[in-house]
């Protein structure tokens, strides 16, 4: 079987959204593909380019066709996409299941086989499909499955990145729909309790996510600090500090999230840099068997999930990955017993704790691991079973 096949793993790659809204052009797109190949995002895995909202013309042309602003990609679509195959990347567009999308261009409501067909020739890899003016009486559901199939059948691998925002109960129909990933909340905002009510909305949630559909938990605000040109999502919220992007980034891994970049590349300081090429965490993100992470479930004394948690992902190779995330406004001791993830002392198994975000061995543990983590900050290891 081919591995390679789209949307078996989360999708890694950027987006246009988070930093610059409306103001794109082909320029700027080239621009971020040559960033994403020279400073080595594509050699760490993100291989999507996705150009969102605002690309086309407000109108369809006399055929009913969608157009490419001419001010904004004076030489069409393919020839966008040409520039970043040629580049090894792959090319992602943006409509929507209504009459227009949310930023008011035309929508694909009934023209998807059409627009599929047209995305399939400009050379389109991936789309994303908001769920804005959808006419009120037509089932989303439907929409859903109606494009899903519509890309199925339009001659191109074409990876299908579900947007109605965890809305109409998205995880009961989703998976079989053909989707390849579903966003499960309302837009992300470069600030940090946007990024923690993300992730508490999505922690029992676990189930829902895996292979061929993954829980989208919306596009990357790491290394955006206020950088956007949008009041919503951040100009005047001034972004977060890098403990929390880091706790941002390493959630999204560990939960099994696509990691689509939001900032501007070209302007990413060495922080940012590392953090989003960190290969101990994109291998818990992209490990092959895309399972969910599960909280422990531990005494309601020690603390509630809005102030603290611990994560387990179970990963392919027999390995666990645990992260142990601080939500509060001061340190705190995170312990984990390793009873609450199925290994008594009586197991005779102790855990090889490799830490995956400064890239050393810990050594070995038998019973609990009990780091302290500082505010907003997060701790992920990958623990690496020993059985004596
Ligand atoms: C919605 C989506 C965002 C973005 C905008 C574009 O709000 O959730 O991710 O695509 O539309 O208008």
């Avoid at 190949?37 to 993100?46: D, F, K, R, S």
């Amino acid at each position: 079987m081919d591995q390679k096949l789209p949307g078996m793993l989360p999708a890694l790659g950027w987006n246009s959204w988070n930093t610059f809204t409306w103001d794109i052009n082909e320029n700027l797109i080239k621009r971020m593909a040559d960033v994403m190949v020279e400073e080595g995002y594509l050699e760490a895995g993100y291989e999507y380019v996705v150009i969102d909202d605002c690309w086309s013309l407000k109108e369809r042309d006399a055929e009913g066709r969608l157009v490419p602003d001419p001010a904004k990609f004076p030489n069409g679509m393919k020839a966008v996409a040409d520039y970043i195959h040629s580049k090894g990347l792959k090319f992602g567009m943006y409509s929507c299941a209504g009459t227009h999308t949310c930023a008011g261009h035309p929508g694909s409501f009934e023209h998807e086989f059409e627009d599929a067909r047209q995305f399939a020739q400009w050379g389109v890899d991936y789309l994303k499909y908001d769920y804005c003016f959808k006419p009120r009486h037509v089932s989303g559901e439907l929409l859903y499955k109606r494009m899903s199939l519509a890309l199925k059948n339009c001659g191109r691998d074409i990876l299908f990145s579900a947007c109605n925002w965890g809305e109409d109960n998205v995880y009961q129909w989703i998976r079989e729909s053909g989707a390849h990933s579903y966003r499960s909340t309302g837009d992300i905002q470069d600030r940090w309790d946007s990024i923690k009510n993300i992730a508490l909305s999505q922690l029992e949630k676990e189930p829902f996510t895996g292979s061929y559909c993954h829980n989208d938990m919306d596009m990357l605000v790491v290394g955006m600090y206020g950088g956007s040109n949008s009041d919503f999502i951040g100009s005047k919220i001034g972004g977060c500090t890098d403990a929390q992007y880091r706790s941002h980034f390493a959630l999204w891994c560990m939960m099994d999230s696509p990691l689509m970049i939001g900032c501007d590349l070209r302007k990413a300081n060495a922080f940012t840099k590392e953090l989003l090429q960190n290969k101990d965490l994109l291998a818990i993100n992209q490990d092959p068997e895309s399972r969910g992470a599960y909280r422990i479930k531990v005494e309601p004394q020690w603390f509630k999930a809005e102030d603290a948690f611990v994560l387990a992902k179970v990963l392919a190779d027999g390995d666990i990955a645990l992260g142990f995330f601080n939500f509060s406004d001061t340190a705190r001791e995170l312990s984990l017993q390793f009873w609450d993830i199925g290994l008594p002392y009586a197991s005779n198994v102790s855990l090889s704790l490799y830490d995956c975000i400064n890239h050393k061995e810990l050594g070995s543990f038998r019973e609990r691991y009990s780091p302290t983590v500082p505010s907003g900050d997060c701790v992920v290891v990958r623990a690496h079973l020993e059985v004596l």
